[in-house]
């Protein structure tokens, strides 16, 4: 079970009754393609222009799934055990398969989906056409996130845990990235990291490794650098952090420190400097992307996507998805 995931789904309900009501609220993720950002609603999903923050009508999936990640001309959206592909053009479902087993992440790109089991420890690659599974491989225990990159799948693994107070995840050992071969899965290269992964991003010729989740998790950022495949950096973070973006000068990170009242974290990647700041108005944050110019994080807490300055950290913009 996704047990962090559950801790901040008990504070919407505490803390954002109004989100409750309709079972979770809204803008649990963001994603950037096809030049719109992409957020889940409860029907389905959003898409927001961000240049204006106008949004379009929801596309109805029939799914409530809270993950997604989009290309040019598709979003995906991933509830535990079904995967269902939305055409970006026509705004409608074109494929909806079953996968057998939960999933509660995924990434796009090298012409597939990728999609990691925290409950079978096995890494799916799913034809981006159909929707029809390529191959299915083991990995490293309790899979949390994979992203892409410089030809690589890139896969992080929280290792053994266990149950703590309440039911909470505590990490026994470090956390692993493996880097996969696209094609066969076979494993290029293992990379020992920070305990408590939550996320991966890839950017600036780098893997980035954001570790949160989890009692004693080690509230960093480590940069994996693609040439060695090696640990080459490990960055401060605040606590329970959960989303990072990379762009071409700055990581960004969204953490919820104090568990209610979100931050901000800009990581200059020449000098590791980090600055944070608080989000206001801001109640969870769960992810962070980069789109025309803004950072964009999703807040489900208060069913918004937040527009933060890049320069001044100043919120700038927000976009709010209606609570019934």
Not at 53 to 82: C, E, F, K, M, N
Not at 152 to 178: A, C, F, I, N, Y
Request: charge should be positive; aromatic fraction near 6%; proline fraction near 5%.
């Amino acid at each position: 079970m996704r047990f962090v995931a559950a801790i901040c789904v008990a504070l919407v309900l505490v803390l954002a009754p109004g989100a409750a009501a309709d079972g979770g609220g809204r803008a649990e993720t963001v994603a950037f393609g096809a030049g719109q950002l992409w957020t889940t609603v409860r029907e389905g999903l959003a898409s927001v222009d961000p240049a204006s923050g106008r949004t379009a009508p929801t596309i109805r999936t029939g799914s409530y799934g809270t993950v997604i990640a989009a290309t040019d001309r598709t979003v995906w959206q991933l509830q535990p055990h079904t995967l269902l592909a939305v055409d970006i053009a026509t705004r409608r479902v074109r494929v909806r398969s079953g996968l057998g087993q939960a999933a509660y992440a995924l990434a796009t790109g090298i012409g597939a989906v990728w999609v990691p089991s925290f409950d079978s420890d096995t890494l799916s690659k799913i034809d981006a056409r159909s929707g029809a599974r390529r191959w299915r491989v083991r990995v490293a225990h309790s899979p949390e996130a994979v992203t892409t990159g410089d030809g690589s799948v890139w896969l992080v693994s929280t290792g053994r845990w266990h149950k703590g107070r309440g039911g909470v995840m505590v990490p026994d050992e470090q956390g692993v990235v493996l880097r996969l071969d696209p094609a066969t899965g076979a494993v290029r290269a293992r990379i020992m990291i920070d305990r408590g992964p939550t996320a991966i991003a890839f950017g600036a010729g780098a893997a980035w490794v954001l570790n949160g989740r989890g009692i004693g998790a080690d509230d960093s950022l480590d940069r994996v650098d693609t040439r060695t495949n090696r640990l080459a950096a490990s960055i401060r973070v605040p606590h329970w952090s959960t989303g990072v973006a990379v762009g071409r000068r700055y990581a960004w990170v969204v953490s919820e420190p104090k568990s209610a009242g979100g931050t901000i974290t800009r990581i200059d990647l020449r000098t590791r400097r980090a600055v944070t700041r608080p989000i206001p108005h801001s109640w969870i944050p769960q992810a962070v992307a980069l789109a025309a110019g803004g950072v964009w994080v999703a807040d489900p807490g208060v069913a918004q996507l937040i527009r933060i300055d890049p320069h001044s950290l100043r919120v700038t913009k927000r976009v709010s998805f209606p609570v019934y």
